[in-house]
């Protein structure tokens, strides 16, 4: 039972919420586990540019996606947290994909052979801006590689959370014109 001015969740809206989470913990999970059984290909360092493309399209794609499905849905802040466990893990497993694939290619790339656990760690500390030092680029590909990671990085930080919470910000808005 909730009192007038309880600000409580209710039990629907509760619902909502533990849905809400079990989606973005499950979402996240699926892709970082999808990171490691998926086959990595060795290719040459020529196939690295057109692959760091290719991951980056199918990146905007679920971005584009994710964003509609915000504004149209009819709790658009629970959906833009969704989005956001969904967006985050897919672009932080697209870098350590390149960087396992350069890696296959040439030892010599970080210093050192990347297992996909080095891979996905480089690409963290990267986001995160901590860089500690202990796996680095060593070839003119690889930095020009952690040069992109580190620059979409920035793009994914002011970007991509805007356009997520705007689209929240809209459905929210849809929302409250449709109730009056």
Known sequence: MTLPGDTSLGDFQRSHLVKTVVRA?????????????????HRAHQSVALRLIVALAVFAIVLAIEVRQIAKHDHPMLRAGV????????????????YLTMSASSVAAFGGHLTRTSALYFTVTVFSTVGFGDIT????????????????????????????????????????????
């Open 25 to 41: 913990v499950v979402s996240a999970v699926l892709l970082v586990v999808l990171y490691y059984v998926i086959p990595i290909e």
């Open 137 to 180: 680029p060593k070839t003119d590909p690889a930095r020009i590689a952690a040069m992109v990671q580190m620059l979409a990085d920035l793009a994914v930080l002011a970007v991509v959370v805007r356009l997520i919470l705007g689209a929240a910000t809209r459905g929210m808005a849809r929302i409250r014109t449709s109730d009056e």
């Open 83 to 98: 989005a956001m466990a969904t967006i985050i893990p897919l672009f932080l497993i697209v870098f350590p994909w390149i």
